[in-house]
Nanobody
Framework: QVQLVESGGGSVQAGGSLRLSCAAS????????MGWFRQAPGKEREGVAP?????????YYADSVKGRFTISQDSANKTVHLQMNTLKPEAAGLYYC?????????????????WGQGTQVTVSS
């Protein structure tokens, strides 16, 4: 069974940067797309940045992170990264990596069939 393992979370001050990584044990049909999601305490999980993991590497960003976050992949190592710059306090939360069988850039959590354990991001003002 495919497993996703996130890493790279931590604590930063507002304006700082973090780079998250999500390593898949293998690329299969279920990882046709992968995405990053954020869940703040007491709130629902929301989409941040998905990408299609084929040769197109098509990406998409939530409006709240456009221009500051970048999702990319290292296909050889089956890893998807999320570079987060100019972090704001509202970006804090538990960040999950998800895998979606459909090759589309979806922000809808219902389309993702596999999740990692999450990595915590704290942003202090």
């Amino acid at each position: 069974q495919v497993q996703l393992v996130e890493s790279g979370g931590g604590s930063v001050q507002a304006g700082g940067s973090l780079r998250l990584s999500c390593a898949a044990s293998e690329y299969t049909y279920i990882t046709n797309s992968m995405g990053w999601f954020r869940q703040a305490p007491g709130k629902e999980r929301e989409g941040v940045a998905p990408m299609v993991t084929d040769y197109s590497s098509t990406t998409y960003y939530a409006d709240s992170v456009k221009g500051r976050f970048t999702i990319s992949q290292d296909s050889a190592n089956k890893t998807v990264h999320l570079q987060m710059n100019t972090l704001k306090p509202e970006a804090a939360g538990l960040y999950y990596c998800g895998a979606c069988p459909a090759p589309r850039t979806a922000l809808d959590t219902a389309q993702y069939k596999l999740w990692g354990q999450g990595t915590q991001v704290t942003v202090s003002s």
